[in-house]
């Protein structure tokens, strides 16, 4: 029993996320409706300073939130006496414009006159968003110093350069130079070794083949992942979103993700949220209900909650795909926004997912997925290189022919008359006689596909909770493998109709997880067993696609993350590669793994028979 309560302890893993310091106000960036206040009356907004694009004002307003944090800083500064005095701090919050950090009580005293310091400290990671983890020295102005009743000795700062501007002149730019040289240092070796695959391509033609078809899949989806521009904001196209919150068994994290969906910088009128629970059997509706009362409850007469938030309960379990097809059909807008119950969207995420509509062939619009506990764990920081360069890289490079195969369910946007005119379709999806109640995003987006564009927004941003333990982990990509396999099938008999470059990559983006576990095996076992060769070649290529995935971490983003991209790819080889030939034959199978579905039920409930039975045949020969 002793050994068993460790076991769980270790097992239920404690997820570390970025903590954003709680305004005053839960609505934060909603717009006043009374206008006694405007969103600019914020932390760090200079009232004098112009600002010409509504990009230019989401940077301000970004540069102005706090983050709850606990690392130490070191102090240094000049005295009237010419005499230096140090000490250190514990710095309790901090932004891209300042922080604020405790002192002792002699040394708060000894800083009474001091208006100028030195401050000498490491951004842990973890303490702010990934990518601005870096070592900072420079001086910094002493705006406020205060006790509070508890007795404790504050003083805030403001920095003399913003962190961004910091680590631009003395971090990204070095970054910058050295993954910029070894991106192109991998490139030029991968373009080499495939130079070698057409000489020698007549010697074994299938296997030749099939580098070349990876090499140009690879690099195009990195050549045309840099070329990717968003569409600008225009501050006055805000047609009217409602978003649609699907919620089954997530009572920890669905009191985030409904605040975040109504915290948004958005025309009030413009903007509703429905949250729909799935007939939960744990406290996910009494959660629900909690926030949302006290959503209605704060400022209604400027915010309007009680008009625009709303929640129901579906009779039953039903599923995801009948939950959204609910909250669709309760719509007020013409444009439905997706967002999973474990995910967070970014205060301007809505405000940039919209603007592609403006083209009214435009049927699907997929944000970025960022990882909210990216620092919990190794598992979890591989996920969150994978998932950037998934989306930085894969998903942008489709973007620019607005043919993006998926439009993710943590945050995508839709036009709900193509919702409500596919619903039945979606809602009684077979595929070789077998109901598919999973990957309703690939299976909704095969539907707008077939008739408008899709297109991926970078700037609409919002964070999920991905598994920080391997069991589950591996259970996720089961799924997301088997309905990547069906929906694939089914886009592959349309997808040669689309402009030809993204047909192209699409049949090869098909081709290449599909034949790379036999591949491997040949490379990897047959030949070195039937012709004692060493796959060096084999293995070079691995390593350079590895180290492609991690520069374009290291040169986007610029996080210290970047090196798990390489033992992600290593993972991949090892464990997620032998998952696809299951999938092959396992496709038709219901069940989520992870929650437990109608199908999960019917799935246990059919293996517990089988041990009854099993036992009772045991019995029987005794």
Not at 274 to 281: A, C, F, G
Not at 438 to 465: K, P, S
Not at 579 to 585: D, E, K, S, Y
Request: proline share 4%; glycine share 4%; net charge positive.
């Amino acid at each position: 029993m002793e050994f068993l309560d460790k076991f769980r302890k270790k097992e239920n893993i404690q997820d570390v996320l970025v903590t954003e310091k709680q305004d005053r106000r839960l609505l934060s960036h909603v717009p006043d409706a009374t206008h006694r206040r405007s969103n600019t009356d914020r932390r760090a907004h200079d009232p004098d300073k112009k600002i010409d694009r509504y990009e230019d004002y989401i940077l301000e307003q970004e540069s102005g939130i706090r983050y709850t944090t606990g690392f130490e800083v070191s102090l240094k500064t000049l005295l009237k006496d010419k005499v230096k005095r140090r000490c250190k701090g514990h710095v309790v919050d901090i932004s891209n414009t300042g922080m604020l950090f405790e002192l002792q009580k002699a040394d708060y005293e000894a800083l009474e006159n001091t208006t100028m310091l030195k401050a000498n400290f490491r951004v842990l990671p973890g303490s702010m968003p990934e990518g601005n983890e870096m070592s900072v020295r420079q001086k910094v102005k002493v705006v406020r110093r205060f006790e509070t009743p508890e007795g404790k000795c504050m003083c805030a700062v403001t920095f003399t350069k913003h962190l961004h501007n910091y680590a631009a002149a003395n971090k990204d730019r070095y970054m910058l130079a050295a993954s910029s040289l070894l991106m192109a240092f991998t490139v030029s070796c991968v373009l080499l070794m495939r130079a070698e695959s057409i000489i020698y391509f007549k010697f074994n033609k299938m296997l030749y083949l099939y580098s070349l078809i990876t090499a140009v899949f690879l690099l195009s989806r990195y050549i045309f992942g840099a070329l990717y521009r968003p569409k600008k904001i225009d501050p006055d196209y805000t047609p009217g979103v409602t978003i649609l919150v699907p919620c089954f068994n997530e009572e920890q994290w669905i009191h985030r993700t409904i605040t975040s969906c109504m915290n948004q910088e958005y025309p009030i009128d413009k903007l509703e949220v429905i949250v729909i629970d799935d007939h939960s059997s744990d406290h996910s509706v009494d959660r629900i209900k909690e926030i949302v009362e006290r959503i209605q409850a704060e400022a209604p007469e400027i915010y309007h909650a009680d008009e625009r938030l709303s929640y129901f309960v579906q009779p039953r379990n039903m599923g995801k795909r009948e939950a959204l097809v609910a909250g669709a059909e309760k719509a007020k807008h013409d444009l439905v926004v997706f967002v999973d119950s474990d995910s967070f969207l970014d205060p301007f995420a809505i405000r940039n997912i919209v603007q592609p509509f403006k083209d009214p062939k435009m049927g699907g619009v997929s944000g970025r997925t960022d990882v909210a506990n990216t620092y919990t764990n190794a598992l979890t920081k591989m996920q969150a290189v994978r998932y950037y360069v998934a989306f930085r890289v894969m998903k942008a490079a489709e973007g620019i022919f607005d043919c993006v195969s998926c439009l993710s369910g943590p945050l995508a946007c839709y036009r709900k008359s193509i919702i409500l005119g596919n619903k039945d379709s979606w809602l009684n999806q077979k595929f070789l006689g077998q109901k598919a109640t999973f990957g309703d995003d690939r299976a909704m987006t095969n539907f707008i596909l077939r008739h408008y564009r899709t297109t991926y927004q970078d700037t609409a941003v919002c964070q999920t909770i991905v598994p920080n333990r391997h069991s589950v982990f591996l259970k996720q990509q089961m799924r997301w493998k088997r309905s990547w396999l069906r929906e694939s099938l089914i886009a592959a008999t349309f997808m040669w109709k689309k402009e030809p470059f993204a047909a192209v990559t699409f049949y090869m983006g098909l081709v290449v997880p599909i034949a790379a576990p036999i591949v491997v095996l040949y490379n990897l076992v047959y030949v070195p067993i039937t012709q004692h060769i060493f796959p060096t070649a084999f293995l070079l290529g691995l390593f350079l696609m590895s180290m492609m995935m991690s520069m374009a971490q290291l040169l986007l983003r610029k996080s210290s993350t970047w090196i798990y991209g390489m033992m992600f790819c290593i993972y991949y080889e090892t464990v997620l590669l032998w998952q696809m030939p299951i999938a092959w034959f396992t496709f038709w199978k219901a069940t989520w793994g992870t929650r437990m579905t109608p199908e999960d039920v019917i799935e246990q409930e059919k293996k517990k028979q089988k041990k009854e039975a099993k036992k009772q045949r045991k019995k029987g020969g005794k």
